[in-house]
């Protein structure tokens, strides 16, 4: 069985910044977990989901233009976690942001539960 469970969600002023957190436990957690392509998703409200950052077994990263240059995402391979900081935040940036792991090729084959991040004066 695989967990993701995310933290570090909240309530943040426009231009502020917030560092999510997320650990993984079972299968894909210890040695093995630094095999695995890693990511952040999230749902605005209305909206549909969509991919903020990636980073793969080999460190490189991408993001969308929406966030490129404000998103950072990290691993700590040796804890089994993966960290999105995001600084300069906007209102548009308010949605529940997921964790997921094991790229497969098509998606992602495991999902947190989510995170509300909230961005309002």
């Known amino acids: 069985q695989v967990q993701l469970v995310e933290s570090g969600g909240g309530l943040v002023q426009p231009g502020g910044s917030l560092r999510l957190s997320c650990v993984a436990s079972g299968s894909i957690s210890g040695t093995i977990f630094r095999l695995y392509g890693l990511g952040w998703y999230r749902q605005p409200p209305g909206k549909e989901r969509e991919s903020v950052a990636r980073?793969?077994?080999?460190?490189?990263?991408d993001y969308p233009d929406s966030v490129k240059g404000r998103f950072t995402i990290s691993r700590d391979n040796a804890k089994s976690m993966v960290y999105l900081q995001m600084n300069s935040l906007k209102p548009e940036d308010t949605a529940v942001y997921y964790c997921?792991?094991?790229?497969?090729?098509?998606?992602?084959?495991?999902w947190g539960q989510g995170t509300q991040v909230t961005v309002s004066s």
């Open positions: 997921v792991a094991g790229w497969t090729g098509t998606g992602y084959a495991y």
């Open positions: 980073i793969t077994q080999f460190g490189s990263t």
